[in-house]
Structure formats: C-alpha cells, structure tokens
C-alpha cells in the first residue's frame, strides 16, 4: 500500500508564498507520476501540476509563472511552490501519486485573503 503525507498548507495574504510537501511510502514504483490537484467548493478536482520521475512537467494554465512543481525521488517527496498567490487560489490541495499502485494524498487546506 502507498501512504502519501501532504504537509504546508495554511493562511496566507494574496501576493504571499507557501510551500506544499508530499512524501510517499510504501510499494512505490521507481517509474511514476506525482501531481498536485485543487478543489475549491462546488468546484471540479483540476490538476494544478505534475511530474514525472524522470522529470517532465506540466502545469495548469490558471498557475504557469506563480507556481513550480519539484520533486525528490530518493525521498519519494513532490513539492510545490506557490508565489504571487491569488485568493483565486483558494482550495484544498491533494497530492496524487500514478504508477503500478496510484493513491491520493490527504488533502490541505489552502486559504489566500485578499
């Protein structure tokens, strides 16, 4: 079974920063997808950002140039950096990991005030 951890959510003032962490254990394969995703109430799960182990990245067009998604595989840990936060921004934020096994993260709260 795959546990993943998200940690670095909270409280922010639009123009702010936080920094997301997930970091998974278990059967993980060495091949893999790990993503960030956000949902805001009444609002569709929409991908926020992803990476592969071997590095290629994509992300949602509402956060290109605020945003970086990293990760470290020998820790099994994705990140995401968020800049120039936007109450727009305002969800709960889950971490997804797609491989051999796939499982969500628990997901963490993300409030920016205006």
């Known amino acids: 079974q795959v546990q993943l951890v998200t940690s670095g959510g909270g409280l922010v003032q639009a123009g702010g920063s936080l920094r997301l962490s997930c970091a998974a254990s278990?059967?993980?394969?060495?091949?893999?997808?790990m993503a960030w995703y956000r949902q805001a109430p009444g609002n569709e799960r929409d991908l926020v950002a992803s990476?592969?182990?071997?590095?290629?990245?994509r992300y949602g067009d509402s956060v290109k140039g605020r945003f970086t998604i990293s990760r470290d595989n020998a820790k099994n840990t994705v990140y995401l950096q968020m800049n120039s936060l936007k109450p727009e921004d305002t969800a709960v934020y889950y971490c997804?990991?797609?491989?051999?096994?796939?499982?969500w993260g628990q997901g963490t709260q993300v409030t920016v005030s205006s």
């Open positions: 997804r990991l797609q491989g051999r096994s796939s499982a």
């Open positions: 278990g059967s993980i394969s060495s091949i893999n997808v």
């Open positions: 990476i592969t182990s071997g590095g290629s990245i």
